[in-house]
């Protein structure tokens, strides 16, 4: 799991930032500047139109600045940077823009691109444009004395020409994405943080040229990048639990070999937590169990199956080599509790009295133990049933496995649920800690 987030921070963005590193300083070939301008036009209407059809409107408008910051320093400083001039004006101040433009765009919440949205931050964006066309108006040799006032020694900045201001911002602006990045674990979030460091080389390197517009172009394709593979992660992952959902256990079991196990996992009597507690707080409890199935071990993957079910799939696996991990995974879920955010009301009788707290212990079976505190119960815990199969003579289709392991768990289920039932044995196998349960 931990290899699958690292990756996923790295993936895309950080391959695609490398990969123009290489290519532009390596020496292993000379890109010309047509084939430059054209990546740079490429990655930019094809961005933009995604953003629009995908209805990300973080990203279109994200984009969109940085399709405007660079066109600005093109414009005022021509094809190198001055260092005197509108054009080092348009340089400071873009460059202390560009990094708080990611921080309002990547901590706005997503609302599609609706007509409020665009105008809003359309808003946004005019009124930077038009600040850094005042202050870089013909003749503008001081607009940029604020931004380029040195905080520190300017020995010590001597590698970079971008002010100290602005280098400080990118650098918060910098810690900040990343650690989003790293807390969310989002496609998109990591992409932000890979296009801000795109766009600081871009920057280091002049702001305009060959170079600085590879690495520009490069922060557009970082984010395009981000926002494919996060229209991926939702078509292939579930959005309550964040597991691989359906689909993504449909093309998992296609590459299957003849040796594997499969083991169906349900959680007991959700329906009934679900009535007397609602549907919040078995959102957290299916997050819960979802949490748990995560770090699951035996080198099993675990697959939303739908509702209350999962499923977990072992590759090159018999069920006498998963039993024990399958054993230790409903004891770490009967174990684990969880407290309550709050009943949902929506619940709730209508002839009660709603300033009343309806009874949490209202039709729950003993499998959903509490802990009582002060007048309500707040410590909540489950226990799950598994059905296990393993591919054999008897079952040679992964059809076949499904249904047998789904077998099994229904006889789970009737023998008391809480423990796991092997396809292969008439009898259940629990653990000694299993606490039967009607």
């Excluded at 895309?12 to 000379?30: Q, R």
């Excluded at 873009?94 to 609706?114: D, M, W, Y």
């Excluded at 009295?353 to 119960?377: A, F, G, M, W």
Aim: net charge positive.
């Amino acid at each position: 799991m931990r290899q699958e987030k690292c990756r996923s921070l790295l993936l895309p963005g950080g391959g695609v930032v490398l990969a123009a590193a290489v290519l532009l300083h390596a020496g292993l070939m000379e890109i010309p500047a047509t084939t430059v301008t054209f990546y740079y036009s490429a990655v930019f209407i094809v961005g933009l139109l995604l953003a629009w059809r995908f209805h990300s409107s973080r990203v279109l408008f994200t984009l969109l600045v940085l399709l405007l910051a660079e066109r600005a320093m093109e414009f005022f400083t021509g094809v190198k940077l001055p260092y005197l001039g509108p054009g080092r004006v348009a340089f400071n101040w873009i460059a202390l823009l560009l990094p708080l433009n990611f921080l309002i765009f990547s901590s706005l919440k997503e609302r599609g691109v609706t007509p409020r949205a665009l105008a809003s931050q359309l808003l946004v964006i005019f009124v930077q444009s038009v600040f850094v066309a005042v202050v870089c108006r013909p003749g503008a040799t001081e607009g940029s004395s604020l931004v380029s006032r040195a905080l520190l020694n300017q020995h010590l900045f001597a590698w970079t020409k971008i002010p100290q201001l602005a280098l400080l911002t990118f650098v918060c602006s910098g810690a900040t994405l990343f650690i989003r990045a790293l807390r969310l674990h989002s496609p998109v979030e990591n992409g932000f943080f890979w296009t801000l460091l795109a766009t600081f080389l871009a920057l280091q390197f002049g702001g305009t040229g060959r170079i600085p517009t590879a690495y520009m172009a490069t922060a557009g394709l970082a984010l395009v990048g981000a926002l494919i593979e996060s229209s991926y992660f939702m078509a292939y992952h579930d959005e309550l639990t964040s597991l691989p959902g359906r689909r993504a256990f449909n093309e998992a079991v296609l590459a299957l070999e003849d040796r594997y196990a499969l083991a169906i996992l349900d959680i007991d009597h959700f329906k009934r937590f679900n009535d007397a507690y609602g549907h919040d707080t078995g959102d957290q409890v299916l997050r819960m169990v979802a949490s748990r199935l995560a770090r699951l071990t035996g080198g099993g993957k675990a697959f939303r199956w739908g509702g209350e079910e999962f499923a977990i799939v072992f590759p090159d696996k018999s069920t006498n080599e998963i039993i024990e991990d399958l054993e230790l995974l409903r004891a770490t879920i009967e174990n684990s509790s969880f407290r309550m955010r709050g009943l949902d009301r929506r619940n709730q009788p209508r002839q009660t009295d709603r300033r009343k707290p309806v009874n949490p212990r209202r039709k729950i079976s003993r499998s959903l133990r509490s802990t009582p505190s002060s007048r309500e119960i707040r410590e909540l815990s489950v226990t799950v049933s598994i059905g296990v199969a393993e591919a054999g003579t008897r079952n040679r289709d992964v059809e076949q496995v499904i249904e047998a392991a789904d077998q099994a768990l229904y006889r789970a289920k009737a023998a008391g649920r809480n423990r796991v039932e092997v396809a292969s044995t008439p009898r259940a196998r629990t653990s000694r800690s299993v606490k039967q349960s009607a």
